[in-house]
Protein backbone atom coordinates (compact mmCIF):
# COMPACT_ATOMS: atom_id res chain seq x y z
CA UNK A 1 0.00 0.00 0.00
CA UNK A 2 1.37 3.53 -0.38
CA UNK A 3 0.04 7.23 0.39
CA UNK A 4 0.02 9.78 -1.64
CA UNK A 5 0.71 11.78 -3.95
CA UNK A 6 1.79 14.58 -1.66
CA UNK A 7 4.23 17.22 -2.92
CA UNK A 8 7.05 19.24 -1.80
CA UNK A 9 8.68 23.21 -3.40
CA UNK A 10 12.24 23.58 -3.49
CA UNK A 11 13.59 26.73 -2.57
CA UNK A 12 16.30 28.45 -1.52
CA UNK A 13 17.21 26.42 1.50
CA UNK A 14 16.59 22.85 -0.15
CA UNK A 15 17.94 23.53 -3.79
CA UNK A 16 19.21 20.15 -5.06
CA UNK A 17 16.49 18.14 -2.96
CA UNK A 18 14.53 16.39 -5.83
CA UNK A 19 17.86 15.25 -7.46
CA UNK A 20 19.10 13.62 -3.95
CA UNK A 21 16.01 12.28 -2.89
CA UNK A 22 16.01 10.59 -6.80
CA UNK A 23 19.05 8.89 -6.01
CA UNK A 24 18.52 7.83 -2.74
CA UNK A 25 14.23 6.89 -2.91
CA UNK A 26 14.57 8.45 0.73
CA UNK A 27 13.21 11.90 1.72
CA UNK A 28 14.75 13.88 4.77
CA UNK A 29 13.30 16.42 7.00
CA UNK A 30 14.80 17.88 10.19
CA UNK A 31 12.84 21.29 10.62
CA UNK A 32 9.05 21.82 12.80
CA UNK A 33 10.25 20.68 15.24
CA UNK A 34 8.18 22.25 18.19
CA UNK A 35 4.79 21.95 16.34
CA UNK A 36 4.83 17.96 15.54
CA UNK A 37 6.43 16.66 18.60
CA UNK A 38 9.83 16.00 16.96
CA UNK A 39 11.79 16.71 13.89
CA UNK A 40 9.88 15.68 11.00
CA UNK A 41 9.37 15.63 6.96
CA UNK A 42 6.96 17.43 5.88
CA UNK A 43 4.61 18.17 2.54
CA UNK A 44 1.35 19.45 1.12
CA UNK A 45 -1.23 16.85 -0.18
CA UNK A 46 -1.60 16.07 -3.80
CA UNK A 47 0.23 16.97 -6.96
CA UNK A 48 1.13 20.48 -7.76
CA UNK A 49 1.82 21.64 -10.91
CA UNK A 50 5.27 23.90 -11.44
CA UNK A 51 8.91 24.19 -11.73
CA UNK A 52 9.37 24.23 -8.50
CA UNK A 53 7.61 21.32 -7.35
CA UNK A 54 7.54 18.06 -7.10
CA UNK A 55 5.28 14.91 -5.90
CA UNK A 56 5.81 11.46 -4.28
CA UNK A 57 4.30 8.45 -2.63
CA UNK A 58 5.67 6.65 0.59
CA UNK A 59 4.28 3.52 2.02
CA UNK A 60 3.93 5.46 5.45
CA UNK A 61 0.67 7.07 6.50
CA UNK A 62 1.37 10.34 7.55
CA UNK A 63 -0.25 12.82 10.06
CA UNK A 64 -2.39 15.47 8.92
CA UNK A 65 -2.99 19.09 9.83
CA UNK A 66 -5.92 20.54 8.75
CA UNK A 67 -6.84 24.03 7.81
CA UNK A 68 -9.67 26.35 6.36
CA UNK A 69 -9.98 27.62 3.28
CA UNK A 70 -11.59 30.72 2.66
CA UNK A 71 -14.69 29.40 1.61
CA UNK A 72 -16.07 25.40 2.38
CA UNK A 73 -15.24 23.07 5.16
CA UNK A 74 -11.79 22.31 6.58
CA UNK A 75 -9.73 20.75 4.42
CA UNK A 76 -6.09 18.18 5.12
CA UNK A 77 -3.04 21.15 4.69
CA UNK A 78 -0.18 19.52 5.30
CA UNK A 79 1.05 15.86 6.39
CA UNK A 80 3.96 15.28 8.41
CA UNK A 81 6.11 12.19 9.50
CA UNK A 82 7.73 11.80 12.75
CA UNK A 83 9.96 9.43 14.44
CA UNK A 84 7.50 7.13 16.20
CA UNK A 85 5.66 6.15 12.82
CA UNK A 86 6.48 2.47 11.62
CA UNK A 87 9.13 3.01 8.74
CA UNK A 88 10.47 6.55 9.84
CA UNK A 89 14.02 5.60 10.67
CA UNK A 90 16.70 8.50 11.94
CA UNK A 91 19.88 9.62 9.59
CA UNK A 92 22.68 11.53 10.17
CA UNK A 93 23.53 11.18 13.97
CA UNK A 94 19.39 11.78 14.54
CA UNK A 95 19.60 15.12 12.98
CA UNK A 96 17.07 13.86 10.41
CA UNK A 97 14.01 11.96 10.00
CA UNK A 98 14.03 10.04 6.73
CA UNK A 99 11.05 8.39 4.73
CA UNK A 100 11.23 6.15 1.92
CA UNK A 101 9.53 7.68 -1.16
CA UNK A 102 8.16 6.04 -5.07
CA UNK A 103 6.34 7.60 -7.66
CA UNK A 104 8.60 10.69 -8.08
CA UNK A 105 7.13 13.22 -10.12
CA UNK A 106 8.70 16.96 -11.27
CA UNK A 107 5.65 18.93 -11.14
CA UNK B 1 15.75 34.19 3.58
CA UNK B 2 14.58 33.17 7.03
CA UNK B 3 13.59 30.21 8.05
CA UNK B 4 9.68 30.06 9.60
CA UNK B 5 10.65 26.34 10.83
CA UNK B 6 14.20 27.43 12.79
CA UNK B 7 12.30 30.90 14.01
CA UNK B 8 9.28 28.77 15.64
CA UNK B 9 12.04 26.20 17.02
CA UNK B 10 14.22 29.25 18.64
CA UNK B 11 11.16 30.72 20.03
CA UNK B 12 9.53 27.87 21.36
CA UNK B 13 6.66 28.22 19.15
CA UNK B 14 4.32 25.16 20.39
CA UNK B 15 0.81 25.98 19.45
CA UNK B 16 -1.09 26.73 16.19
CA UNK B 17 -4.65 27.90 15.34
CA UNK B 18 -6.30 27.82 12.20
CA UNK B 19 -8.75 29.89 10.80
CA UNK B 20 -10.67 31.14 8.12
CA UNK B 21 -9.70 34.89 8.49
CA UNK B 22 -7.84 36.45 5.62
CA UNK B 23 -4.56 37.42 5.99
CA UNK B 24 -4.44 40.12 4.24
CA UNK B 25 -7.34 41.57 5.93
CA UNK B 26 -6.03 41.04 9.23
CA UNK B 27 -3.01 42.93 8.08
CA UNK B 28 -4.58 46.01 6.89
CA UNK B 29 -6.28 46.04 10.20
CA UNK B 30 -3.22 45.62 11.74
CA UNK B 31 -1.37 48.66 10.31
CA UNK B 32 1.10 45.96 9.27
CA UNK B 33 2.91 44.18 6.39
CA UNK B 34 3.50 40.63 5.18
CA UNK B 35 7.08 39.39 5.02
CA UNK B 36 8.20 36.66 3.55
CA UNK B 37 9.44 33.59 5.32
CA UNK B 38 10.29 30.20 3.79
CA UNK B 39 9.37 26.58 5.67
CA UNK B 40 10.77 23.35 4.91
CA UNK B 41 9.90 21.85 1.65
CA UNK B 42 6.37 23.96 2.05
CA UNK B 43 7.46 26.94 0.21
CA UNK B 44 7.42 30.73 0.97
CA UNK B 45 5.15 31.76 3.69
CA UNK B 46 3.51 36.09 3.84
CA UNK B 47 4.05 36.04 7.84
CA UNK B 48 2.76 38.90 10.53
CA UNK B 49 4.33 38.60 13.31
CA UNK B 50 2.34 41.06 16.29
CA UNK B 51 3.71 41.85 19.53
CA UNK B 52 2.15 41.31 22.48
CA UNK B 53 4.95 42.59 25.01
CA UNK B 54 5.04 40.16 27.98
CA UNK B 55 2.49 37.77 26.21
CA UNK B 56 5.21 37.37 23.75
CA UNK B 57 4.79 37.38 19.69
CA UNK B 58 2.07 35.62 17.53
CA UNK B 59 2.73 34.85 13.89
CA UNK B 60 0.13 35.12 11.15
CA UNK B 61 1.08 32.98 8.38
CA UNK B 62 -0.55 31.66 5.18
CA UNK B 63 1.46 29.99 2.50
CA UNK B 64 2.29 33.15 -0.40
CA UNK B 65 1.03 30.96 -3.42
CA UNK B 66 -2.02 30.22 -1.94
CA UNK B 67 -3.01 33.33 0.28
CA UNK B 68 -6.14 34.08 -1.64
CA UNK B 69 -7.22 30.85 -1.43
CA UNK B 70 -7.33 29.88 2.12
CA UNK B 71 -7.03 31.24 5.56
CA UNK B 72 -4.61 31.78 8.25
CA UNK B 73 -2.35 29.56 10.13
CA UNK B 74 -1.45 31.82 13.81
CA UNK B 75 1.32 30.48 16.20
CA UNK B 76 2.23 31.25 19.75
CA UNK B 77 3.22 29.99 23.07
CA UNK B 78 2.03 28.50 25.56
CA UNK B 79 4.28 29.26 27.54
CA UNK B 80 3.01 32.90 27.81
CA UNK B 81 -0.01 32.03 28.96
CA UNK B 82 -2.08 32.42 25.52
CA UNK B 83 -4.64 29.77 24.68
CA UNK B 84 -6.67 29.19 21.28
CA UNK B 85 -9.71 30.91 22.73
CA UNK B 86 -7.72 33.83 23.61
CA UNK B 87 -6.31 33.80 20.31
CA UNK B 88 -9.61 33.31 18.14
CA UNK B 89 -11.34 36.04 20.63
CA UNK B 90 -8.54 38.71 19.99
CA UNK B 91 -9.02 37.94 16.16
CA UNK B 92 -12.73 38.17 15.85
CA UNK B 93 -12.77 41.12 18.29
CA UNK B 94 -10.07 42.65 15.69
CA UNK B 95 -11.89 42.03 12.02
CA UNK B 96 -15.17 42.17 13.95
CA UNK B 97 -16.58 38.73 11.98
CA UNK B 98 -18.46 36.77 14.22
CA UNK B 99 -18.99 33.92 11.56
CA UNK B 100 -15.01 33.11 11.72
CA UNK B 101 -14.28 29.79 12.55
CA UNK B 102 -11.15 28.80 14.27
CA UNK B 103 -9.86 25.03 14.81
CA UNK B 104 -6.55 23.16 15.89
CA UNK B 105 -4.92 21.69 13.19
CA UNK B 106 -6.34 18.23 14.74
CA UNK B 107 -9.42 19.47 13.76
CA UNK B 108 -11.24 20.23 17.07
CA UNK B 109 -12.87 23.58 16.74
CA UNK B 110 -11.86 26.52 19.34
CA UNK B 111 -14.57 28.43 20.34
CA UNK B 112 -13.58 32.20 21.28
CA UNK B 113 -13.19 33.47 24.97
CA UNK B 114 -15.40 36.11 26.04
CA UNK B 115 -13.61 39.28 25.61
CA UNK B 116 -13.62 41.12 29.04
CA UNK B 117 -10.88 43.90 30.07
CA UNK B 118 -12.28 43.18 33.76
CA UNK B 119 -9.57 41.32 35.75
CA UNK B 120 -12.10 40.05 38.80
CA UNK B 121 -12.97 37.31 36.21
CA UNK B 122 -10.33 34.56 36.24
CA UNK B 123 -8.27 34.09 33.15
CA UNK B 124 -9.67 37.13 31.14
CA UNK B 125 -7.16 39.85 31.98
CA UNK B 126 -4.64 38.08 29.97
CA UNK B 127 -7.38 38.66 26.78
CA UNK B 128 -8.03 42.46 28.12
CA UNK B 129 -4.39 42.99 28.14
CA UNK B 130 -3.82 41.71 24.68
CA UNK B 131 -6.61 44.43 22.73
CA UNK B 132 -5.52 46.58 24.69
CA UNK B 133 -1.85 46.23 22.80
CA UNK B 134 -4.08 46.14 19.70
CA UNK B 135 -5.53 49.13 20.50
CA UNK B 136 -9.34 47.96 20.03
Same mark, same amino acid.
Given at each position: ??????????????????????????????????????????????????????????????????????????????????????????????????????????? | ?????????????????????????????? $?????????? !? &????? +??? #?? *??????????????????? $?????????? !? &????? +??? #?? *?????????????????????????????????????????????
Amino acid at each position: MSFGPFHRRVGAHNAGEFEKVVLSNELWGKAAHTLAGGICVQAYPGHKEGPAFYSFKTPIKPKEKLGFPLNGPEIVRELYWTIELEGVEYRDKDTYVSIPVTDLKKG | MLSLDELLLKDRFDARLETDLYLPDLGEKL $GAEPVEMERD !G &LGIWN +IIP #VN *LDDSGYLILGVPKEDQDDF $GTSVFYQTAK !G &LTGEL +IAA #VL *LRLLERPTARFMTPEGDMVTPATLTAEPEVEGMAETGKIARLLEF
